[in-house]
């Protein structure tokens, strides 16, 4: 197992280090280069000034000393500065991380809540009324946009309920329920886009373990039908589920930018959607290699934790 | 050697998939209420794109100051936007600009993705290390941000949009028809057509495409959906199809949003092809799916 770890985050730095590669060679493909596209579209920006701005950044260098420099100030947790803000990147990602990950997280629970019981009732009312609703809101869940589904959501709370998410983020610590009330809306929008594939995934696979030979084993030896489904059907089934979800963590992440940009929540999402507009690319770049490297190493505990829920899987 | 190619060849080429995968298709459509509500869907959505000259009321780009922000009438079915252009009309054109992305960016996507998928499946050994290293770190940047950073380096437009989406498309298409390449290789009939002398062009089309076209086709349908998505993402955040070309996702941000309690329709309606056109085409990959999956039909 040990072995396994290794020789996975072995793996994951080429992979990262390619990653990497793409992206400083995408922010460097622009013409001209991104400092003289930045000028020319604020404006009044005396020549003296733009030198010492290329000479900050180090745009003089030739480009593998760039990459170079890049790489050593990611690998040691110090990314540099916005060249809008002037503020440290890492300052900026210390503020907006925490942000993203409360979504992310109440979104995935909110998914699974939903996801998994409707799964089973969709499996064991197969072909019957309760099946197709649960079908629908799973296919509707896929199709509907999220940017889409949170304006709507907003504006029907406004219009028929009176009620607006509190302005101004307020921290979990600092104000746990001015914080629920922001995050509830995005997180249920995020999570019902989530809970759509998880959800087909766990009819599917409780389908197919129903019919398992164990299962009948289990009726026939009297079980009540909930220990029977919940207990001997559920957790063999959850094995493809974990990898669904495992799946879904790069539409959750590509999720949260959309969400926090429609909700204001000054996340990580919305930092980068900002740093795009303003083509702030050193922010752009540090926050793009930030969720590769998130995602990857997400995907290898996603792997680990099958070994945890099927014993037979053994990793060598 | 010439004489067994020529008793091998014809009979190979009998089996050509395509008229029994039409027959499956069509099959699954019937028996399936959801396939037959996909296909009509999208019979609606290319219908409503080709002749959206013909079918939209007024045009897209019109403006009439003085009925800005009109209700739903019978003039007006979709309503009015903020500057008097009739949402109908955008809609129905917006039809235009969600499809042609989808063909192009999921066109050159899965052209791209089968032509690498290809050669690596089949050379295999270095190139297909590589080549998949480099298919697993576009694969590591979530596709919205890296269709994202690459439109941003490109200038927002809805060519750049569809190339960016078109680039997102590749890694997921190379790895399947790689795989699909490494399963068909593993056949006793390409084994022969190698020992025969085949030349590995010929092999390539003749014995292994065939086996390859079905995974692509449902996986390029599931990806048209996803295609309009981006785009219409793309578009909200203001990096895809710019002003005043009616896009749907753009059409949602510019005034959808602004105007939302006072004006719903300008967010409803533009929202509700969107989604309808990316459900026609889920389903219609489900549906593809049902037909032409062998372990599914054996199920079903």
Request: charge should be positive; charged fraction near 15%.
């Amino acid at each position: 197992m040990h072995k396994y770890v290794i020789r996975r985050l072995l793996l994951a730095i080429p992979v990262l280090l390619l990653s990497s590669l793409i992206v400083f060679g995408l922010m460097r493909v622009m013409p001209g280069d991104a400092l003289t596209a930045l000028m020319a579209e604020s404006g009044n920006v005396g020549e003296r000034e733009l030198r010492k701005l290329r000479e900050d950044l180090g745009l003089g260098r030739p480009y593998h000393e760039q990459y170079l420099i890049w790489l050593w100030q990611l690998v040691s947790l110090n990314p540099g500065y916005s060249i809008f803000t002037n503020e440290p990147i890492a300052a900026a990602l210390g503020k907006s991380i925490p942000v993203t990950i409360e979504l992310a997280t109440l979104a995935m629970l909110l998914g699974l809540v939903i996801a998994i019981p409707v799964g089973v009732l969709s499996a064991t009312r197969a072909d019957k009324p309760a099946d197709y609703v649960g079908r629908v809101v799973a296919v509707s869940g896929l199709s509907l946009p999220d940017f889409w589904l949170g304006t709507l959501v907003i504006t029907f709370a406004a219009l028929w309920l009176h009620w607006i998410p509190p302005l101004g983020y307020a921290s979990l610590w600092e104000s746990p329920w001015r914080n629920l009330q922001q995050f509830l809306l995005p997180a249920a929008v995020l999570g019902f886009r989530l809970s759509a594939a998880t959800m087909r995934m766990t009819r599917s696979t409780v389908l197919e373990v129903l019919r398992e030979d164990y299962v009948r084993t289990a009726w026939a030896k009297g079980l009540e039908g909930r220990i029977v489904v919940y207990k001997h059907a559920l957790k063999n089934a959850l094995i493809p589920v974990v990898t669904i979800v495992g799946g879904q963590l790069g539409t959750l992440l590509a999720g949260t930018v959309v969400v926090e940009t429609i909700f204001a929540l000054p996340g990580m999402g919305r930092l980068t959607v900002e740093a795009i507009l303003f083509r702030d690319y050193p922010v752009v770049q540090t926050n793009v290699m930030l969720v590769a490297t998130t995602l990857v190493t997400l995907n290898l505990l996603v792997d680990l934790t099958y070994a945890w829920l099927d014993p037979r899987i053994h990793y060598q | 050697m010439s004489t067994v190619t020529a008793r091998v060849a014809p009979f190979e080429r009998q089996p050509t998939a395509t008229p029994r995968r039409g027959e499956a298709l069509w099959a699954v459509i019937k028996r399936k209420p959801l396939g037959l509500a996909s296909a009509a869907l999208l019979v609606l959505l290319v219908t409503t794109a080709i002749f959206a000259d013909v079918l939209a009321p007024y045009d897209p780009l019109a403006t009439q100051p003085e009925i800005r922000l009109a209700p739903p009438s019978r003039d007006h079915p979709f309503g009015t936007d903020d500057i008097g252009r009739d949402v109908l009309s955008r809609v129905v054109h917006g039809s235009r600009i969600s499809l042609w992305v989808g063909v192009l960016a999921v066109g050159i996507g899965t052209g791209a993705g089968m032509v690498i998928g290809l050669l690596c499946g089949y050379c295999e050994g270095r190139l297909d290390l590589l080549v998949q290293r480099l298919m697993d770190a576009i694969q590591a940047i979530p596709g919205l941000i890296l269709a994202l950073a690459i439109v941003s380096v490109l200038k927002p437009s809805t060519t750049n949009a569809m190339l960016a989406i078109a680039i997102v498309i590749i890694p997921g298409n190379s790895r399947i028809v790689r795989g699909a390449v490494l399963s068909a290789k593993q056949n006793r009939y390409v084994e022969a057509a190698q020992a025969i002398g085949c030349r590995h062009p010929r092999i390539i089309t003749t014995h292994i495409l065939p086996n390859v076209t079905a995974p692509i086709l449902i996986i390029a349908s599931i990806w048209f959906g996803n295609a309009i998505l981006i785009e219409a993402t793309l578009s909200f955040l203001g990096l895809g199809t710019q002003p005043p070309t009616p896009s749907w996702g753009l059409m949602l941000s510019s005034t959808g949003r602004a105007f939302m309690e006072q004006a719903p329709w300008l967010a409803i309606f533009p929202g509700l092809a969107i989604s309808l056109a990316v459900l026609g085409f889920n389903l219609f990959g489900d549906t593809l799916r049902d037909a032409w999956d062998p372990r599914l039909r054996r199920q079903g």
